[in-house]
């Protein structure tokens, strides 16, 4: 599907506009999104079939997708590159929070991004982002959607947290090795090669590396999207240096309520 076929298709519709965030978003079947990623969103939506063995990572954006990426490759590319090896591609560069914390997160980001422009103070970000005003928000929807994927298909969807992977990270990687059919064997456990992949994808490993400092991910006329941006504290409970107990109740009441109620099992 060509971009102008895109393009003529949505000029069908009037989307819903608003602006607040640093670019008007349009409201496409329940989610905000940015008017010029919706012309890729489409065509995958209509011609993307997954392959039986393709590993599809969603999450809403800041939810800790850069190091689920990185402990699924280490994982599912281990025969061909041990974890506790020098020259692993994740050290070349070669190869391929709770919501508060993800909120406090995507402010940073977003700010970061649009350095040209006038940042969005923190305030209005938040009661934008309350109301399910958000880019790709409402947040809730992403863990509506994927927790009832998950209870209809469970041997296909696996649901994880940041905080879990943080609280238990050995555990989560034999989990995720579980899950990807490649489990650890008894020798590689004593081995300690799923404490080798934890290692070798930590926080303090991969955001000092050179490769993931320096360069972008994407450049746009007032966008700037640098590969540091994805590194900045990766720590469970930083919502506290940034926002009051009463804002983060707000946010936590707002999400329980639109969550109606499986909030709890999530
Ligand atoms: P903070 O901004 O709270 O530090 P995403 O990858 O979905 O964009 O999520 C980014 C968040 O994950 C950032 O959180 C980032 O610091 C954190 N992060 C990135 N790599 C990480 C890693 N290897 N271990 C733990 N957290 C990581």
New binding site residues.
């Given amino acids: 599907m060509r971009s102008a076929d895109v393009r003529a298709e949505l000029g069908k519709f009037v989307l819903p506009t608003r602006g607040g965030w640093a670019k008007p978003l349009v409201l496409y079947q329940n989610y905000w999104l940015n008017p010029e990623r919706l012309e890729h969103i489409i065509p995958v939506k209509k011609h993307f079939k997954p392959r039986r063995d393709d590993i599809i990572l969603a999450?809403y954006?800041?939810?800790?997708?850069?190091?689920l990426?990185?402990l699924s490759f280490a994982i599912t590319t281990r025969s061909g590159h041990a974890p506790a090896a020098g020259g692993h591609p994740l050290l070349t560069g070669r190869d391929p929070?709770k919501p508060k914390?993800a909120f406090?997160?995507w402010w940073?980001?977003v700010n970061n991004m649009h350095k040209g422009s006038s940042p969005i103070k923190f305030d209005d970000a938040l009661s934008m982002f309350c109301e399910g005003f958000s880019p790709f928000g409402p947040f809730w929807e992403h863990c509506l959607e994927y927790w009832r994927q998950r209870l209809a298909r469970p041997e296909q969807i696996l649901f994880l947290k940041?905080e879990e992977?943080?609280s238990e990270p050995v555990e989560a990687v034999k989990m995720l090795a579980g899950f990807f059919a490649v489990p650890f064997t008894e020798e590689e456990e004593m081995r300690v090669v799923p404490e080798e992949v934890v290692r070798l994808?930590?926080?303090q490993?991969?955001?000092g590396l050179e490769h993931n400092q320096t360069g972008d991910v994407a450049r746009g006329d007032s966008i700037v999207v640098g590969k540091s941006m994805?590194?900045?504290?990766?720590?469970v409970g930083?919502w506290e240096n940034q926002m009051s107990k009463e804002m983060g109740k707000k946010l936590d009441d707002v999400i329980v309520r639109q969550a109606q109620g499986v909030w709890s099992c999530i």
């Fill in positions: 999450t954006p800041k939810c800790g997708t850069t190091w990426k990185a929070q914390d406090v997160s940073h980001f940041y992977i943080v994808c930590s926080f490993m991969l955001s994805f590194f900045r504290k990766g720590k930083d």
